[in-house]
């Protein structure tokens, strides 16, 4: 029996994008702030009221935040949420070179 290669894309380091979701540069900037924000959460095993306390938010926005919907919350909010975790948050503009995506979040 001879067996079918699966096929399969390369995709382009943006699922949203990939997705043809039209905000996909925002969307995955998003979720990469706030895959960080909720793995600093979950590592200092907060519980969701002290989470509430600490970040100002009510309940029902850490229940959103803790099950990853990042795209209900702005960058703007997320960084705020950083700087409230003790964390730096550094924002580096410089020229694209050809190649280069428009907009980029490295974590370090």
Do not use: W
Request: charged share 30%.
């Amino acid at each position: 029996m001879t067996r079918k290669k699966p096929e399969y894309e390369i995709g382009s380091g943006n699922v949203f994008a990939d997705l043809g979701l039209k905000d996909a540069d925002e969307l995955l900037t998003r979720a990469k702030l706030g895959h960080t924000v909720r793995m600093i959460l979950e590592k200092r095993g907060l519980k969701q009221k002290e989470i509430s306390e600490l970040l100002k938010i009510n309940q029902s926005e850490v229940s959103k935040l803790m099950n990853g919907k990042y795209h209900l919350f702005s960058e703007g909010r997320l960084f705020g949420f950083l700087n409230k975790l003790d964390q730096k948050v550094t924002v580096q503009i410089s020229p694209r070179q050809k190649d280069d995506n428009p907009q980029e979040v490295v974590l370090a």
